[in-house]
């Protein structure tokens, strides 16, 4: 039996010119392993590409929607 991998919460705090479905704030599901990290200004952040994201949960979607989607 294996174990999967553990997926992780990240808050997003930019988007590039091509991003159609995740906003600033929003929270992304992903998985650590398929990651890229860059230091800006003393500061570490994550590079993730939309499709690798498993998730999105948003605070800016209206009470009907669940706010995450796979």
Do not use: C
């Not at 808050?11 to 929003?26: E, M, N, S, W």
């Not at 998730?55 to 209206?62: D, F, G, H, N, P």
Request: glycine share 8%; hydrophobic share 45%; no cysteine.
């Amino acid at each position: 039996m294996s174990i999967g991998r553990r997926l992780a919460w990240a808050k997003v705090v930019a988007v590039g010119a091509g991003v159609r479905t995740v906003k600033v704030d929003d929270r992304v599901l992903y998985d650590p392993a398929d990651r890229a990290e860059v230091e800006v200004r003393n500061k570490d952040y994550v590079l993730l590409r939309e499709r690798d994201l498993h998730a999105v949960a948003a605070e800016r979607l209206s009470d009907g929607n669940t706010g995450l989607y796979l």
